[in-house]
Structures are given as structure tokens and as C-alpha cells.
């Protein structure tokens, strides 16, 4: 997922050759990828270390709650450091601080300590913020400013492209047969490792490549600051709820899935064997993302956002009430539908604010913490109800994302009060 906060607004660079940066432009790709990784590895450590430490599902979901948690705590302060040290020095920080957190996997996984692995998930979730943060004004740059978003569409492919390997990379290295058979925490150090060495590899490359000249950002000084809150504008507020409610549904989507699979009126399935189910969900997603952007070419966004959102309930409420491999599809398909919905919502909720543009975008990200919070009370309804029964949860965010693209996203605007 890619966060689209962007603190500054550098200006674009006009004398650099095209091929000057296509290495930078590379490299840059690479971090999308990256931490698309390393957030769809959670779907994965979820059911190993809820077997590990005998968890309930409210506790297992602690992972995400811990990890989405820091796009909430860290996005301002990461976007006070980028803006003291520049973009190129942000993103090499926020690479360390993300090894730091993969190497604390290590202490966690040989102490048995679940809390040491909820605090390397804090750190290694802020220093992917800080990259977020740095990144994203990074790729508009690399390049003529009219294909910017032709090139953020494409780092963000990348981003869908790495949780869709992460299930199937991650979950042959943490539900290998050894691991399976003796039941232990030590089974993630080897691609944790493996992680923090690249992210540290990335580090030593974005410290020496050639990036543009990022040290003096032009702000966004040349209108006049705008009155008022942008929270005076109905669509972004309710934009601001419906992103939460979003980025929480698919994430809890995806952190139950492997379990999901695994009841035996479902499919049964090991682990090991689920985890490999999860690219399904991750790539539907990467491959709605071109089908949409075709559509969207005919058809308004707000109606499209409507249709996604009442098809992925169809499909939530036939894995609800159905077995079989009818329920374990139609969870997976939900993905597809989840596509477009993220960079919609955001687009929506900014229509026509101006020049209050910048402080909406501000609130609109933090409110990824949705991804914290949704998926610990669905895992307080799967403790109770079952598993199977807990997704109505999800089921019921996508009916108010439905009603939030046929009818809250109409821009309006409250009376100042």
C-alpha cells in the first residue's frame, strides 16, 4: 500500500537526462516492492505465531495492530525528519530503521517473547512510514512532471507485486516441514534476516546513487494559506472514515485467510499450503488495478467504487454462508474487487478542497490505522462466533464504502460555524 502523504512538494527537476535516473528510478521501484513485501509477510507470521504461542485470534491480530499502529504515531514525525534531512537521507534512515526491526526478530524468536515481536514489528512498520514518506515525492521526480502519475501507478504495481510473492516466498520459509513438526518462533529468523539484509543493501545504494537535488523543497507557498478545517467538507470526513474502514477490511481480510482455509469444512488445508492461497487475494488486487484503470476511462469513479464494493460483499457473504471451495474463492476473489478502492477513496475525499488540499491529505493518511484497529475486533468476533461468522465485520465496511461512493463522496461543504 503506498502512502500518498506528501509533506512537501519538491520541484521538478528540468536538465537531468531521462537516463541519468533510470538507475535511481529503478532502485526506488524496488522499496514499493519491498514493503508491499513485507506487509503481506504478516498474513503469514499471524497463524505461525498464533500456533507458536497458543494465542487467541483477538491476541494473533496484535500484529497488525502493532504494525499499522505506526503509520498513525510516525507519519508527522517522519515527515518532520524527511523534511530536516531530504528525501535521499530519509529513505536511507527509514531502510535502517526497518532492518533494525527485522533483526529484532531474532532476539524475539530465541527469547520465545511474543512482546519482542509485536515492539520489531513497531519498528520495522516506522521505518517503512518514514520510506513512504520520502519515496513518493522521490518518483515524481525522476522524470517529466506530466508522467508523474504514470510513474507512481507503476511503483505502485510493484507494491501489489510484492504481496503477492511475500505469501508464497514467505510461507515455504516459515511453514516448512521442520517447522510444522516442532512448532517454533525460530522458523522466521532466516527470512527476517534475509530481509534486513537487503533493506540494509538498499540503504548503502540510496546513500551513493545520483538523486536531484532535494535540500531546499519548494512548499506550497504560492497561494494563500486557506481558512477553516478541511474537515468542513463533508466528503473529506466521511472519506476519512471510509479509508479507515477500507485499508481495516483488507487487512483483516487478508490476516485470516491461511486459518480461514484451514477449517476443515472449508478446504482443510495445512499452513503451509493456505499461505500459498493468499497471492490469490494479493494479486487479484494487482491485476484489478489495470482492469480499473480501463473502466474508469467510461465509467465515474464513485459508481465504480459503488459496484466493487457491493460485489465484495456478494462474495464476503458467500463465504459466510456457504463451505467448501465456494467460500475459500469467493474470500479470495474479494481481493479483485479491493483493487481500485484505495487510491479511489483518497481521490474522492480531495475533490475540490484547493488549497486545504495538502491538510486533507494529511488526515486521510493517518487514517490507515484502520488497519490496526478492524482487524483486532474482528479477531475479538472470531474468539466468540468462529471464524467463518467474524467476517460479516468486513462485510459490513464495505456497505458504508458503498454508500461513500454513490453518495458521501458528492463534494459538500459545512457551514463554518
Not at 510444522?180 to 546513500?207: C, G, N, Q, R, W
Not at 472514515?241 to 483483516?252: H, N, P, R, T
Amino acid at each position: 500500500m503506498i502512502n500518498p502523504s506528501t509533506i512537501v512538494s519538491p520541484e521538478p527537476v528540468q536538465s537531468a537526462a531521462p537516463q541519468s535516473f533510470r538507475f535511481a528510478l529503478t532502485s526506488l521501484t524496488s522499496l514499493f516492492f519491498m514493503w508491499g513485501f513485507i506487509t503481506a509477510m504478516n498474513d503469514v507470521l499471524i497463524p505461525h505465531l498464533k500456533g507458536v504461542f497458543s494465542l487467541s485470534y483477538t491476541q494473533a491480530m496484535l500484529i497488525q495492530f502493532c504494525f499499522f499502529g505506526a503509520y498513525f504515531l510516525v507519519s508527522v514525525p517522519a515527515g518532520w525528519l524527511v523534511k530536516r534531512i531530504g528525501f535521499q537521507r530519509g529513505i536511507s534512515v527509514g531502510l535502517l530503521v526497518a532492518c533494525i526491526g527485522c533483526l529484532l526478530f531474532v532476539p524475539a524468536a530465541t527469547s520465545h517473547a511474543y512482546w519482542i515481536f509485536l515492539s520489531a514489528l513497531f519498528v520495522l512498520a516506522s521505518g517503512i512510514t518514514i520510506l513512504q514518506v520520502a519515496a513518493n515525492p522521490l518518483v515524481t521526480l525522476l522524470g517529466k512532471p506530466a508522467t508523474a502519475s504514470s510513474r507512481l501507478t507503476l511503483t505502485q504495481a510493484f507494491n501489489s507485486l510484492g504481496t503477492t510473492l511475500a505469501p508464497i516466498i514467505g510461507g515455504a520459509l516459515i511453514f516448512s516441514v521442520l517447522a510444522e513438526k516442532d512448532l517454533t518462533a525460530d522458523s522466521v529468523i532466516l527470512p527476517y534476516v534475509v530481509l534486513a539484509s537487503v533493506l540494509f543493501l538498499l540503504a548503502i545504494i540510496f546513500l551513493k546513487i545520483s538523486l536531484p537535488d532535494t535540500s531546499s523543497p519548494k512548499t506550497h507557498n504560492s497561494h494563500p494559506q486557506a481558512k477553516g478545517s478541511p474537515l468542513q467538507h463533508r466528503h473529506l470526513a466521511l472519506g476519512a472514515v471510509c479509508l479507515f474502514i477500507y485499508v481495516g477490511a483488507e487487512v483483516s481480510i487478508g490476516s485470516f485467510i491461511v486459518n480461514f482455509l484451514g477449517e476443515d469444512h472449508i478446504a482443510g488445508l495445512a499452513e503451509a499450503t493456505a499461505a500459498t492461497y493468499l497471492s490469490y487475494y494479493w494479486g487479484g488486487a494487482m491485476v484489478g488495478r489495470f482492469i480499473g484503470a480501463a473502466v474508469m476511462q467510461r465509467i465515474s469513479a464513485g459508481k465504480l467504487l459503488a459496484f466493487n464494493s457491493v460485489c465484495a460483499m456478494a462474495l464476503i457473504a458467500f463465504a459466510i454462508s456457504t463451505q467448501g471451495e465456494i467460500a475459500m474463492w469467493a474470500i479470495l476473489m474479494v481481493g479483485l474487487f479491493n483493487s481500485i478502492m484505495f487510491p479511489t477513496i483518497f481521490s474522492l475525499a480531495l475533490t475540490g478542497l484547493g488549497d486545504l488540499t495538502s491538510r486533507g491529505s494529511g488526515i486521510l493518511c493517518l487514517a490507515i490505522v484502520g488497519g490496526a484497529i478492524i482487524p483486532v475486533l474482528q479477531g475479538a468476533l472470531a474468539d466468540n462466533i468462529g471464524v467463518q461468522l467474524s467476517f460479516v465485520l468486513p462485510l459490513v465496511c464495505y456497505l458504508f464504502i458503498a454508500f461513500y461512493g454513490l453518495k458521501g463522496s458528492k463534494p459538500t461543504q459545512y457551514s463554518a460555524v
